[in-house]
């Protein structure tokens, strides 16, 4: 399943603080519903419902259910190392990392950021995860009020996004980019 498929809204915006905010936090509250009741459906494959636990993982974090977005997050992530599908571990780690972040388990998320920045670099299976990797331990600093680190993180990803060419990814970058300048300013 793809956020496409799901009936409800599932967008999202970025607040001031770089984080998720629902457009339509009802909907997205029936859209999670709607993904709980795809993974009752017994006959679904393991990838498939790795793939919802991790969307449900994902949603659970932006409406504040940390608690349960971990569990999530980690049965996804161990879904798919029996599966011995690397990206897509790589991916839920990312998301349990920032769900952490959220948490203000600073311990846990800079340990699991650096672990994962340093995989993009150095590992050829993740590298086109890079920008990811830079863009969420930049988020990861911004919490925690490292602004300056946390701008040269968001230039890197920023560097490797324009390559791609992806205008929502860019702006993203673009718009965390200017959230730190405003605060190195101050």
């Known amino acids: ?10 967008t999202f915006k970025f607040g001031p603080n770089l984080r998720e905010i629902p457009l339509n936090k009802m909907d997205m509250l029936y859209g999670m519903m709607y993904l709980q009741k795809q993974l009752n459906d017994t006959a679904l494959d393991k990838h498939e419902k790795g793939k919802l636990h991790g969307l449900l993982g994902t949603y659970l974090r ?10 999530h997050l980690n049965m996804a992530i161990d879904s798919f190392r029996e599966l011995d599908r690397k990206q897509s571990v790589f991916v839920n780690q990312l998301r349990l990392a920032n769900t952490y972040q959220w948490h203000n388990d600073f311990d846990t998320s800079n340990q699991m950021f650096y672990e994962l920045v340093e995989a993009a670099e150095n590992d050829p299976d993740y590298t086109q995860y ?3 990797a830079y863009q969420h331990q930049g988020k990861n600093l911004f919490d925690q009020e490292k602004y300056r ?6 230039q890197k990803a920023l560097e490797l996004r324009k390559d791609h060419r992806n205008s929502e990814l860019i702006h993203s970058t673009e718009t965390a980019i200017e959230a730190c300048e405003k605060k190195l300013a101050k």
């Open 149 to 154: 680190e946390a701008l040269d993180y968001f």
């Open 62 to 71: 932006i409406v504040g259910e940390l608690e349960e977005s971990k569990q």
């Open 1 to 10: 399943m793809n956020i496409s498929d799901i009936p409800h809204d599932m």
């Open 130 to 132: 890079k920008d990811f």
